[in-house]
């Protein structure tokens, strides 16, 4: 089995900062690309950035120059930093991750459970 468990989300005021982790963990060979997703109230679940193996990043026009998506392979782990907060940041946010199981010959992608992210103005 394979979990991806994020953490780090919650209230935080407008221009405030947050930092999002996404810890991957089971019977892991190896992750391809990792990301980040948001979903609020009454919309679509939208991209907001994602990052490969290598390391190249792609992000949501909205979030560019205020949140930075990387990683650290030796955990895992994904992270989001999001600063300069904004009231339309808010939603949950759900990590991504393309992974290959040991012993399975090609990758799934699986999803975390989601963490909310509130600012208020």
Avoid: H
Avoid at 47 to 60: C, E, F, K
Avoid at 102 to 115: E, K, M, P
């Amino acid at each position: 089995q394979v979990q991806l468990v994020e953490s780090g989300g919650g209230l935080v005021q407008a221009g405030g900062s947050l930092r999002l982790s996404c810890a991957a963990s089971g019977s892991i060979f190896s992750i391809n690309a990792m990301g980040w997703y948001r979903q609020a109230p009454g919309k679509q679940r939208e991209l907001v950035a994602v990052i490969t193996s290598g390391r190249s990043t792609n992000y949501a026009d909205s979030v560019k120059g205020r949140f930075t998506i990387s990683r650290d392979n030796a955990k895992r782990t994904a992270y989001l930093q999001m600063n300069s907060l904004k009231p339309e940041d808010t939603a949950v946010y759900y990590c991504n991750a393309d992974i290959r199981r040991i012993g399975v010959g090609f990758s799934y992608n699986y999803w975390g459970q989601g963490t909310q992210v509130t600012v208020s103005s």
